[in-house]
T-cell receptor, first 116, second 116 residues
Framework: AQKITQTQPGMFVQEKEAVTLDCTYD???????LFWYKQPSSGEMIFLIY??????QNATEGRYSLNFQKARKSANLVISASQLGDSAMYFC?????????????FGTGTRLQVFP | DAGVIQSPRHEVTEMGQEVTLRCKPISGHDYLFWYRQTMMRGLELLIY????????DSGMPEDRFSAKMPNASFSTLKIQPSEPRDSAVYFC??????????????FGPGTRLTVL
């Protein structure tokens, strides 16, 4: 079974609008971390935001927020006031804690296109 | 602070040649990760180190691949002999090692390898 599922291969959004990128995860661990990365066309992987499984509040970083619904095992990324520079691939990732593993498990990504 | 540094940024070589990719992690980070990204397989973890010691190399495709970390500020990933199917973007990432699942990995710009 997939540990991280991103069901949207591609998304379009108009500039200045908000967009939600979906991510669901599968783990039996109580302790885990969820991460979102952005990969623009230039290729680098840019860390955006982190949510811990014990965090009671949704994480926010500027225009990025994470809609964390633990019971549904979802960690959707919300980008508010989209900008043309937000056009990129977005990856959701998880790090499980139980077995003291240091690995990040990545989803397949969502390509976001922001149009004027 | 400088981020993760990788060299070269682009490498084109012929099948059978030896290829060496280099990485300098962020100073003070205890963990170093090597990833490979292809369209077909997405992001794959190849190997990672903790305090210069290889912890998990289960992702290394075969004996043609080897990685070393002689000190805290330098790591290499070597492919010998290279094959066309090794063509990919190779990322190095590092993390502070502050917690089991809260650690954030920071990626380098990647090396785009093309094996002809």
């Amino acid at each position: 079974a997939q540990k991280i599922t991103q069901t949207q291969p591609g998304m379009f959004v108009q500039e200045k609008e908000a967009v939600t990128l979906d991510c669901t995860y599968d783990t039996s661990d109580q302790s885990y971390g969820l991460f979102w990365y952005k990969q623009p066309s230039s290729g680098e992987m840019i860390f955006l935001i982190y949510q811990g499984s014990y965090d009671e509040q949704n994480a926010t970083e500027g225009r990025y927020s994470l809609n964390f619904q633990k019971a549904r095992k979802s960690a959707n990324l919300v980008i508010s006031a989209s900008q043309l520079g937000d056009s990129a691939m977005y990856f959701c990732a998880m790090r499980e804690g139980r077995r003291n593993t240091d690995k990040l498990i990545f989803g397949t990504g969502t390509r976001l296109q922001v149009f004027p | 602070d400088a981020g993760v540094i990788q060299s070269p940024r682009h490498e084109v070589t012929e099948m059978g040649q030896e290829v060496t990719l280099r990485c300098k992690p962020i100073s003070g980070h205890d963990y170093l990760f090597w990833y490979r990204q292809t369209m077909m397989r997405g992001l794959e973890l190849l190997i990672y180190f903790n305090n210069n010691v290889p912890i998990d190399d289960s992702g290394m495709p075969e004996d043609r691949f080897s990685a070393k970390m002689p000190n805290a500020s330098f790591s290499t990933l070597k492919i010998q002999p290279s094959e066309p199917r090794d063509s990919a973007v190779y990322f190095c990432a590092s993390s502070p090692g502050t917690g089991v699942f809260t650690d954030t990995q920071y990626f380098g710009p990647g090396t785009r390898l093309t094996v002809l």
